[in-house]
């Protein structure tokens, strides 16, 4: 049995607790990127873990005339703590088919608190400004991924790497048509940021 004055304590603790805004009490901020940010997701998103963007720090996309208020940067190992999938497309760089493993563009934007609309907007956007549009209903039918490997190996950067956002065209029929050197228009490799 609880005391009178243990009891008027726990009631005035928690009286006090329910009348806090609800962001004083949950200070459950998605964490920081330990290691070098390789990709940052602005825009829509719910979960930011970094600061607004810095023109002196953020140099690529000041030159890019890029900026926001807030963002969710990942590093390597952020992205690769994600549930990981495979695919082995053919690809055009030597017609033959690789194995790429990376987590669903879907799931990095949910673990950056994005949850557009099917007709939504997705800007992948790589290191040298070339920039692809999809819409979120097309990265979901055609299970885009951002891979960070190829062939079992870490992609680097000067290759195709770091980050790679990218589709299995041969198992998308109107693309498997296609030649292969037309089917992978909205695959930026060297992907760096992420509009929503």
Known sequence: MISGMKKRQFLTTLAVAGALPATARVAHAPPAARGPALLTVTGAIAKPNRGPFDPVSDQMMHK????????????????????ARQ?????????????????????????????PPDGGKIVLRAVDGYAASIT?????????????????????????????????ADKVPEMAKKPVQERFGSCPWALYHIEV
């Open 64 to 83: 890019q005339k890029l900026g926001f208020d807030k963002a969710h940067a990942f590093d390597f190992a952020m992205l690769t703590a994600l549930p």
């Open 87 to 115: 695919i082995k497309p053919t690809l055009e760089y030597d017609g033959k088919p690789h194995t790429l493993r990376g987590p669903l563009l879907l799931d990095v934007l949910k673990a950056a608190g994005a949850t």
């Open 136 to 168: 979120v209903a097309q990265a979901r039918a055609q299970r885009y991924i951002v891979a960070t490997h190829m062939d079992g190996a870490a992609m680097a950067l000067g290759g195709l790497g770091p980050l790679w956002a990218i589709y299995e």
